[in-house]
């Protein structure tokens, strides 16, 4: 006959070891809060290739056959977001949604942009919803900005300047970029190099 004391010490001491589970990973959550409050997201990933600071307006042919200025002064006052992406890469894939909402909301053009086999690009930009006349299959753009993998963000100022370019593969990301042109720094990890105190609470 099962002793019904020891039964319910043992239910007991099951009890205590799952209220004080329940109360590490409370802490240890409180903890990942804590850490990401104090450590800040890194910005998109500046290039290690030599790239052009400026962009003279270049007339360039899109997949569906239209002509488009890139760089140079833009007309109506806007900046540029170039991305660089690939049908092949997944994060490619994923940053496409996303940049497309970033800069309808803040008020940015936007153009994709690739170096590949001209039917693979038309597969790929078909599978993944880009209009033909918002992407542009040439590789030299790419090596004048210095972009070396995929995908990779460019943001022309309306005067053509390059304002800010880099790996991104987020929202956080593609919102660094427009930081730039708020503290002067080329990058999220050249301000904080800057100001070793941004973070200080």
């Known amino acids: 006959m099962v002793d019904s004391s020891a039964l319910l010490g043992t239910q007991a001491l099951l009890w205590l070891v799952l209220i004080a589970t329940v109360c590490v990973v409370i802490a240890l959550l409180g903890q990942v809060r804590y850490f990401y409050r104090r450590i800040a997201p890194l910005g998109a990933l500046a290039p290690t290739m030599s790239a052009v600071n400026h962009l003279e307006a270049i007339e360039l042919e899109t997949v569906s056959g239209d002509l488009i200025s ?3 002064m833009n007309s109506n006052g806007k900046s540029q977001l170039l991305l660089f992406i690939s049908g092949s890469c997944p994060i490619s894939r994923k940053m496409i949604p996303i940049a497309v909402d970033f800069t309808r ?37 790419g090596q004048r900005l210095g972009v070396d993998r995929v995908p990779f963000a460019v943001l022309l100022g309306a005067d053509g300047h390059v304002v800010a370019r ?36």
């Open 70 to 72: 890139i760089g140079g």
């Open 105 to 141: 909301r803040e008020k940015l053009e936007l153009l994709f942009c690739g170096d590949d086999a001209l039917d693979a690009q038309k597969s790929a930009i078909s599978m993944l919803g880009i209009p033909e006349q918002a992407f542009v299959n040439e590789g030299m753009i």
């Open 166 to 201: 880099g790996l991104v593969n987020s929202l956080e990301h593609l919102e660094s970029l427009l930081g730039v042109q708020e503290t002067g720094h080329a990058s999220l990890q050249s301000f904080m190099t800057a100001n070793p105190g941004a973070l200080a609470p």
